[in-house]
């Protein structure tokens, strides 16, 4: 019968992994290093149901002694109203359209704005959003870019940039059609049942020379 005395002098030692902090409200140079794309999406406006839209997400590194991340989810919509569009036409201080190369936004330095909230579930902790990019000042430099940066689409899928995503956005993609029309085992425990392409048909998103969906 085995002992714990069997195992005397072996030590095995759990990994801590730090907090994530939120990053500070301000206006902070910041380089843009992903690009998601989250599929097609339920959207709620005002505690109302909407329809179902494309949604992308872009992932901006701040840098300095301590690097933060702040990211934001974007509906693939380009209308005078967009978020998508403001922010992109505020950076880049251009118009763009449904041809819009969103590969030439990875590793392009800006500013960007970010404010802090309370988080609704858990009041000793701060949210901080995203609601403003810009692009840098003529004597404004971003240091280099620390985090690698990461690419993911449907049309070029990568498995192994999917799993090291966080458990909640993997959900959250794992929830789209696109997705489950891929016929891709869902690691992240989604129980909701396999999708079925004859009864809900997906027209996938126009492919760009890039690949990337417009």
């Not at 030590?11 to 801590?16: D, K, L």
């Not at 005078?80 to 819009?100: A, P, Q, R, Y």
């Not at 993911?152 to 959250?172: A, I, N, Y």
Request: proline residues 8%; contains cysteine.
């Amino acid at each position: 019968m085995t002992t714990k005395e069997d195992y005397t002098g072996i030590q095995i030692f759990a990994e801590e992994l730090p907090s994530f902090l939120p990053a500070p409200a301000g206006i902070h140079v910041a380089r843009c290093v992903s690009f998601f794309q989250l599929g097609t999406q339920k959207t709620e406006f005002e505690g109302k149901s909407g329809k179902d839209r494309p949604k992308i997400m872009l992932e901006f590194e701040i840098p300095g002694e301590q690097i933060y991340f702040i990211r934001n989810t974007y509906t693939l919509i380009i209308s005078d109203k967009s978020t998508l569009k403001l922010h992109v036409e505020s950076w880049t201080k251009g118009k763009i359209n449904k041809e819009f190369d969103f590969f030439t936004l990875l590793g392009k330095p800006c500013q960007v704005e970010v404010e802090q909230n309370q988080n609704k579930n858990d009041a000793t902790k701060m949210d901080s959003k995203l609601i403003g990019i810009y692009p840098l000042e003529k004597d404004q430099e971003c240091p280099p870019q620390v985090t690698p940066s990461k690419v993911l689409v449907f049309q070029r899928w990568d498995q192994e940039t999917f799993e090291s995503l966080p458990d909640w956005m993997q959900k959250e993609i794992e929830k789209s059609p696109e997705f489950k029309s891929m016929g891709l085992p869902m690691v992240a425990g989604n129980k909701e049942g396999v999708f079925n392409e004859k009864e809900n048909p997906v027209d996938p998103y126009p492919i760009g020379a890039d690949g990337l969906p417009f």
